[in-house]
Structure formats: structure tokens, C-alpha cells
């Protein structure tokens, strides 16, 4: 299961009560400990001022392009691209973790400014999505030759920048995203599991969301939510009754499922949506399946599969409060609905608590049906 | 063997080497163009007054960015998706270059004085005979020092502005220098 508070804290927990010894509470620590560090403040800050001077870099060339000749500010890009990763190498090699991964960030993003740069000064008017591929896939080599989290991490959020780009584009000129996506997210999970990135894997999952509801909106065509729909609904279900086969893959197998109740439930709230939107008469319905779903995966893997527990309630809310409005809210006026919107997020907040109560504190070993 | 200096320093030279070499290979392909590609003179047009200046670039517009549906011969590769499209020019009056002829098709029988550029249809291809179809040569662009883009919109749009663009063999096309009444504006060094 995932741990809401601290490792360290159940492991001390554990030791006060005597469940554990203190050798094995020393060999879990040390365990948790390799597990690789938790992103401290300290990392955030460093991470924050890398890209920050990365893009400090990219607007001083930019600005001063007219006073630079080309092959001077094309020299300077690529000074930095190798400063960033040959001094990250080396502070690697001497153990710095945060320095490290500043170095091949700035980098990275010099890569990137060289695209950008060298468009602009040798008038290439290819298109910004092309552009944004070459980086991500650029970045995403240097993660897997360096095997940098870093480096994973900064390579799938270029890849959201791609899939963006075709947004703010208009879907122009191609829609090449459509398979370019899926493969993106491929290698990207590839990288998470080579690099054992937790946050590179929640990236490549945001990442699919994404790109199923952008090419819900492109393709305008119903079969993609019915498809993201049932991947989420297999994903969420397998390990809901098999949980055995996906704690096989660690954390991955519970956030895996969780993001799969997020994408049917997404699905389901665009179907919905589209109804409203053609004044169609299957809000009742969808809302049902919606509550349904919810409910349905509280029961099934609420007690073990925390993420699953929390968007099991937010989905449930927000189709209550959105039920409520559209059925009674037209009913009674304004403070009418306000009274009944207090009441319902009231008997809802009840509701969690008590979930909460019953899910989270009692041992998954007693009573199956409680 | 990952945790020896000496193979993360070959790593990281690989990935710098790896990532130089993609900008020094758009930065070569294009100078290889201006060296050895055919020079053409294309008048521009004015675009979309409102679209003109959009950052610190011009956007060019030709007489081949948008031609007759009826005008190319062939089948697009597909009916629903942007499609390549080869149009030759030819050289025309007052030294500008005027549309010969197009194709969804490499074009195999240019004549001597034709020279053929690749492009994208902005769209998918029409059906209709009479529409027009937008295509994009990559050579749309013109980026320009802060603050000049006004004095090339207000020539651009008394039709003054003419683009040298060098054509390679296979069509990929490069803007060479721009005139301004036959006088050299911009030129454009190869490096």
C-alpha cells in the first residue's frame, strides 16, 4: 500500500510497540533510506533555480542576438550544453545529488533553447511541435545514457509540452501526435522503470490523460472515451481482484489502478458533459454509472488502495453537487440551492470521514465485507 | 560498470556530443542549401494584415502559397490529412518567378528553366475545383531585429518586398536574402 505518513514513522511506530526489533527496524530504515531520498525543499529550490537559469540564459542570447554574431551565440549554446552535462558527470562521480541533476537540467533545457535559437536565426519556420519532439526525444536519450531521474523527468514534461503545443496549434499541420504520443508515453514509462522513478511514471500517466481527452477534442469522435473508459476500467479492476499480480510491480500496480479509476471517471464526466451539451436525456444515467463506479471502488479496493479512495470521493462529490443542481437546483431558487448545497457537502463530508474511518484504520485482514 | 567515473563522463560527452550534433545538423543542412541550391526571386504578398507581426518575426506570403485546387494534377496521399505537394516555377517578367505548374506528385519532366519546390498543404486538400489551397514551403518566416518589422509590413503591403530563395535538388527551399525594390534589404550569411 502506499504510506500516507513517513516510512520512518510507522518503522518507529513499530519498534516502540515491539512488532519489530531494533535490527529490523535498522535493516527497513536503511532499506527506505536506498530507496532513494525524499524531494526534499532543498532539491526543489535547486531544481527551481536550474530552470531558472537555464531560461536566464536562453533570453540573454535571445536578446542580444544582434550583437552577437550567429556562430558566437551557436557556440555559447553549445558551451553550455557541455559544461551542463560533463559537470554533471563530474559532480555525480564526486556524489553531489543536487547539484548533479541542476547541471543536466540546464542542459537539457540549453538543448532546447539551441532548437529554438537556431530556428530563429536561420529563419526555419518547421513547426513548433516538431521542435518539441526533437528536444523530448534528445532529452530522453540523455536520461537513459546518464540513467538520470533528472533527466527522466524533465523528458516526459517536455513531452507534455509537445502534446500542448498541438493544442495551442490548432492541430496544425499534422496529427502526427496520435501515434507519437503513445510512443512518448512508452518510452517515458520505459525511463521510469530504468531510472525507478516514481514521479517520471505519475508524469507518463498525467501525460495519458492528457492526451486521451486532447484527442477526444480533436477526433470529436466517442469511441476514444469508450476505449479510455475501458483501458482505465481494466486497469482499475485488475487490481482490484488480483491484487497479488500487481503488487508484483511494487507502488506501481495501486497508482496504476488509481489512475485508472481517474481516467473511466473522466471519461464517464465527458460523456456526460457532451449529453448536457446536446440536451440529450442521459444525465441520470451517466450520473448513476458515475456514483456507481465510485461506490463500487470504495468497496473493492478503498481499504488498500489509498489514491483510489480519494478520487473514489471527489468523483462521488462532485456528481452529487452536480446532480443536485441540475435536478433540484432548477427547482428552488437561489438560496434554496445554497441550503441544499450546505446540507448535501455536510452529509458528504459525514460521509468521507466515516469512509475513512472504516477503510483506512481497520486492518485489510478483518472481515472482507465490513 | 555505470558507477565508474570514467563510463558517466563517456555518457556525458556522448549525450552533449549526441544533442550538438542535432543543432549542427539543421545549421549545415540549411547552409548547404544556400550554397548549393538554384536561386529563384519570389515577390511577396501581403498576408492577413493583423496576422503580419506576430514576436519579432514577418510572415511571408507568396503567389505559390495558395493555388487553385484545379491547378494540381494528381492525388493528394490523403483525403483527410495535410498532403505533400511539388510545384515548379518558372522565371516570369521584371525578374520575379511566377507558378508553372503543381502536383501531389513528384514532378519528373521539370523543363530547363523550371525549378521545383516541395511543400504542405496547410490543410487537408479540398475537393472543389475552384478552392484554394494553402501550402507551406518553410520559408514563411522571417524573424528581424526588435522593432523593424513595421518598415517590411508597410513595404510588404505595397508589394515591394521581394525573397531571394535558394532551391535544393529535392526541393527543400531557404530564404537567401530579401530586396526591397530590387535593393538588397536583409542577406543572409551562410553560417
Redesign the interface.
Known amino acids: 500500500m502506499p504510506f500516507p505518513i513517513s516510512v520512518r514513522a510507522y518503522i518507529a511506530r513499530w519498534q516502540k510497540n515491539g512488532l519489530i526489533d531494533e535490527e529490523t527496524a535498522e535493516a527497513l530504515l536503511s532499506d527506505v533510506r536506498s530507496q532513494g531520498r525524499r524531494f526534499g525543499l532543498g532539491n526543489t529550490l535547486a531544481v527551481l533555480g536550474a530552470v531558472l537559469l537555464g531560461v536566464a540564459i536562453i533570453t540573454l542570447i535571445a536578446a542580444n542576438w544582434?550583437a552577437m554574431p550567429?556562430?558566437l551565440r551557436?557556440f555559447m549554446?553549445?558551451a553550455v550544453?557541455?559544461t551542463?552535462?560533463?559537470g554533471?558527470?563530474?559532480r555525480?562521480?564526486r556524489g553531489d545529488t543536487v547539484f548533479s541533476p541542476v547541471l543536466y537540467i540546464i542542459?537539457a533545457i540549453a538543448?532546447g533553447a539551441?532548437?529554438a535559437l537556431?530556428?530563429?536565426?536561420?529563419?526555419?519556420?518547421?513547426d513548433a511541435a516538431l521542435a518539441a519532439l526533437?528536444w523530448t526525444v534528445?532529452v530522453m536519450?540523455?536520461a537513459l545514457?546518464?540513467?538520470s531521474r533528472a533527466l527522466a523527468i524533465t523528458g516526459m514534461a517536455i513531452a507534455c509540452f509537445y502534446l500542448f503545443s498541438f493544442l495551442s496549434d490548432g492541430f496544425?499541420?499534422?496529427?502526427q501526435y496520435l501515434w507519437v504520443a503513445p510512443v512518448l508515453a512508452a518510452l517515458g514509462a520505459g525511463l521510469a522503470w530504468y531510472t525507478k522513478s516514481r514521479a517520471t511514471a505519475d508524469l507518463v500517466a498525467l501525460f495519458l490523460l492528457a492526451f486521451f481527452l486532447i484527442s477526444y477534442f480533436d477526433l470529436n469522435s466517442l469511441t476514444v472515451l469508450w476505449l479510455t473508459g475501458a483501458i482505465g476500467l481494466a486497469l482499475f479492476l485488475l487490481d482490484g481482484f488480483r491484487p497479488d499480480l500487481s503488487d508484483r510491480i511494487g507502488s506501481f500496480g495501486p497508482a496504476l489502478a488509481a489512475y485508472g479509476l481517474a481516467a473511466t471517471l473522466l471519461a464517464l464526466s465527458v460523456m456526460q458533459f457532451e449529453d448536457i451539451v446536446r440536451d440529450a436525456s442521459g444525465r441520470v444515467m451517466f450520473g448513476i454509472l458515475i456514483l456507481g463506479l465510485s461506490i463500487g471502488a470504495l468497496a473493492l479496493s478503498g481499504r488498500r488502495n489509498r489514491s483510489v479512495r480519494w478520487i473514489a470521493y471527489v468523483a462521488f462529490s462532485l456528481e452529487v453537487l452536480y446532480l443536485a443542481f441540475v435536478t433540484v437546483g432548477t427547482l428552488v431558487g437561489t438560496s434554496g440551492f445554497f441550503l441544499t448545497a450546505g446540507i448535501l457537502l455536510l452529509l458528504l463530508a459525514a460521509f468521507v470521514a466515516r469512509m475513512e474511518r472504516r477503510l483506512h484504520e481497520k486492518n485489510p485482514k478483518a472481515g472482507a465485507s465490513a | 560498470m555505470?558507477n565508474k567515473?570514467v563510463w558517466?563522463?563517456a555518457?556525458?560527452?556522448?549525450?552533449?556530443l549526441?544533442?550538438?550534433s542535432?543543432?549542427y545538423a539543421?545549421?549545415v543542412k540549411?547552409a548547404s542549401i544556400l550554397r548549393d541550391g538554384k536561386d529563384i526571386v519570389l515577390l511577396t504578398q501581403p498576408v492577413d494584415p493583423r496576422d503580419l507581426m506576430r514576436g519579432?518575426?514577418v510572415t511571408l506570403g507568396y503567389g505559390i502559397s495558395s493555388i487553385k485546387r484545379s491547378d494540381i494534377a494528381g492525388k493528394p496521399d490523403s483525403e483527410t490529412?495535410?498532403s505533400n505537394i511539388y510545384v515548379t516555377v518558372k522565371p516570369g517578367p521584371n525578374e520575379n518567378w511566377q507558378f508553372s505548374r503543381a502536383s501531389f506528385q513528384p514532378i519528373k519532366d521539370i523543363a530547363a528553366d523550371e525549378i521545383m519546390l516541395k511543400g504542405?498543404t496547410?490543410?487537408a486538400p479540398p475537393a472543389q475545383p475552384d478552392a484554394l489551397v494553402g501550402v507551406?514551403y518553410?520559408?514563411?518566416?522571417?524573424?528581424i531585429?526588435e522593432g523593424e518589422g513595421a518598415a517590411i509590413d508597410d513595404a510588404q503591403r505595397q508589394q515591394n518586398i521581394q525573397a531571394v530563395i535558394a532551391v535544393s535538388a529535392s526541393g527543400e527551399a531557404?530564404?537567401k536574402a530579401l530586396k526591397e525594390n530590387g535593393k538588397p534589404l536583409y542577406e543572409?550569411?551562410l553560417?
Open positions: 544582434e550567429r556562430l551557436v549554446i553549445f550544453i557541455w551542463g552535462y560533463l554533471g558527470a563530474w555525480q562521480s542542459a538543448f539551441g532548437i537556431i530556428g530563429q536565426m536561420y529563419h526555419l519556420s518547421g526533437v534528445g536519450v540523455a545514457l546518464l540513467k496544425y499541420p499534422d496529427r | 555505470r567515473p558517466l563522463f555518457m556525458a560527452a556522448l549525450v552533449a549526441f544533442q550538438s542535432i543543432l539543421s545549421i540549411r519579432d518575426y490529412e495535410n504542405r496547410r490543410y507551406d518553410g520559408i514563411e518566416r522571417y524573424y531585429p531557404q530564404i543572409e550569411p553560417y
